[in-house]
């Protein structure tokens, strides 16, 4: 059963969006632990059609980075970045999404760990999404071939506001 989760303010497009009851339903009714013996939580959602076209669009666009390792580099150096941007203008930067870590269904318990880890670090601006597909599938939906993707990494807003809302469509 699912579980209440607080997420920070979702993009501003989002918010404002048709849809936004829609997306929070969807995220909220679907939260859940990451895994099994992993308390983290997440929401765990369907991986349609739309979704796929949306994430291939992203990767043509240069708003994937594949992978916890590159995931992890990218976040790190993020929020360094922001530290320093932070403290040079004496401003405290408010919580909202604003990257989203889209996982697939079959990794394992480490996998899932470092995925919490992630999401524990950087809960004040990352939303974690488990797909439910696995990590061929995935890989092959969005970069057209015989890879394989278990994790990746949206850091463009726009995308972000895309693959909410065609997940959002799929509820529809």
């Known amino acids: 059963m699912s579980q209440p989760v607080q997420y920070p303010p979702l993009p501003k497009a989002v918010e404002s969006h048709d ?3 829609t997306i929070r339903a969807v995220l ?14 997440v929401a765990h959602v369907p991986f349609s059609d739309a979704l796929a076209t949306v994430l291939a669009q992203a990767h043509q666009d240069g708003a994937l980075v594949r992978g916890l390792d590159g995931a992890e580099r990218t976040l790190r150096n993020e929020a360094k970045g922001m530290a320093k941007a932070d403290q040079k203008s004496g401003a405290v930067r408010k919580a909202r999404i ?18 919490s880890f992630l999401l524990k670090h950087h809960h004040d601006r990352l939303l974690v999404l488990k797909l ?9 939906a969005v970069f057209n071939g015989d890879q394989q993707a278990r994790a990746m990494l ?3 807003k726009a995308a972000v506001v895309s693959i909410l809302v065609a997940l959002a469509n799929h509820f529809s």
């Open 19 to 21: 849809d936004i009851d």
């Open 132 to 140: 439910d597909t696995d990590e061929s599938t995935l890989g092959r």
């Open 154 to 156: 949206v850091v463009q």
């Open 98 to 115: 604003s990257r989203l870590l889209l996982l697939s269904g079959d990794g394992s318990k480490r996998f899932y760990r470092d995925a």
């Open 28 to 41: 909220e009714a679907n939260t859940k632990p990451i895994e099994a013996t992993n308390e983290a939580l």
